[in-house]
């Protein structure tokens, strides 16, 4: 399997655009996680998905973020309208029934806001 | 709940210098332990795991022993090199994976 794959690399955008970022975890995978890591507040969990169901998106910081799975080999998390202070760099990760197990991630996608 | 303590950072060692970065964990049942690198510019890739008391990972020349008397993961190696310049997490099993804050070390020729 190639892994954790996620889409673009890097973006850079206005603030008030609309982002996209796109993710495809490891095929047989049932969780599904997204983060953001930035130097001020370090890894963050922003929601995740089992079988395709957000399960906790308490992480999501503001209406402006959304995040979808619409099936069981892609999902997306956007924003509506950026902000600079959403550059940051997401990251996807899946894993295979979540508990004892390890998750894998993705190179991640870095966001930066103008 | 869960929660892992990591040492702070930044780590800066020579060459061939000893490493131990040290991690507690606070958890209730029997959970798998991990660490994790984060090379620059790179996503967190597994470095290496346990799960279960007195289990010991390793991988890279980087080993970490589970202990359950001490709550305790502490990753060490041998001999560092200007490679392993990277951040370094300590994990805990869950749903999700309870991360603790990470430590830069940087080795320097």
């Known amino acids: 399997d190639a892994g954790v794959i996620q889409s673009p690399r890097h973006e850079v955008t206005e603030m008030g655009q609309e982002v996209t970022l796109r993710c495809k975890p490891i095929s047989g995978h049932d969780y599904l996680f997204w983060y953001r890591q930035t130097m001020m507040r370090g890894l963050e969990l922003l929601i995740y998905?089992?079988?395709?169901?957000?399960?906790?998106d308490s992480g999501m910081p503001e209406d402006r973020f959304s995040a979808k799975m619409p099936n069981a080999s892609f999902s997306t998390l956007k924003i509506q309208p950026s902000e600079p202070r959403d550059s940051a760099v997401y990251f996807c990760?899946?894993?295979?029934?979540?508990?004892?197990?390890?998750?894998?991630f993705g190179q991640g996608t870095r966001l930066t806001v103008v | 709940g869960n929660s892992v303590t990591q040492m702070e950072g930044p780590v800066t060692l020579s060459e061939e210098a000893f490493l131990t970065i040290n991690c507690t964990y606070t958890a209730t049942g029997y959970p798998s332990l991990f660490w994790y690198v984060q090379y620059p510019g790179e996503g967190l890739q597994l470095l290496l795991k346990a799960t279960k008391a007195d289990d010991k990972g390793s991988n890279k020349g980087f080993e970490a022993t589970y202990r359950k008397e001490t709550t305790s993961f502490h990753l060490e190696k041998g001999s560092v090199q200007v490679s392993d310049s990277a951040v370094y997490f300590c994990a805990l099993s869950g749903t999700p994976l309870v991360f603790g804050k990470g430590t830069r070390l940087s080795v320097i020729a």
């Open positions: 998905f089992n079988n395709n169901v957000p399960i906790d």
């Open positions: 990760a899946s894993s295979f029934t979540a508990g004892t197990t390890e998750a894998f």
